[in-house]
């Protein structure tokens, strides 16, 4: 089996693309509030739950791009798709699914 690597690196850039605009979108939301002042105090309290989602989204998004900088590092190193354990091909379908994956299956459980 052969990765792909213009397929795999063309789905890493939009994946990051979506996890840049997808962060912006999330401090955009955080750092401008909908007239917070102007609220009773349960509308208020919703909007700090609603931010304290927003923040554990951000970070989530955060540490996913992260992976996929990591996987354009791959790529460009000759390493793309390779187990970080034991050094064998991760199996397509899972760099389909996951495409910032660093462990094969029987490492990834």
Do not use: F
């Not at 955060?62 to 790529?75: F, K, P």
Request: charged fraction near 30%; proline fraction near 2%; charge should be negative.
């Amino acid at each position: 089996m052969s990765v792909d690597l213009d397929a795999a690196k063309q789905t890493l850039l939009k994946l990051k693309e979506e996890y840049e605009t997808r962060i912006a979108k999330i401090k955009h939301d955080i750092q401008n509030p909908q007239d917070d002042l102007n609220k009773d105090w349960e509308d208020q309290a919703i909007s700090i739950r609603q931010n304290d989602t927003r923040q554990l989204l951000a970070a989530e998004a955060h540490q996913n791009l992260i992976y996929i900088e990591n996987a354009l590092s791959h790529i460009e190193n000759g390493t793309y798709g390779e187990c970080e354990v034991c050094g064998k091909q991760i199996q397509e379908q899972r760099l389909q699914a996951v495409p910032y994956a660093t462990l094969c299956m029987e490492h990834a459980e």
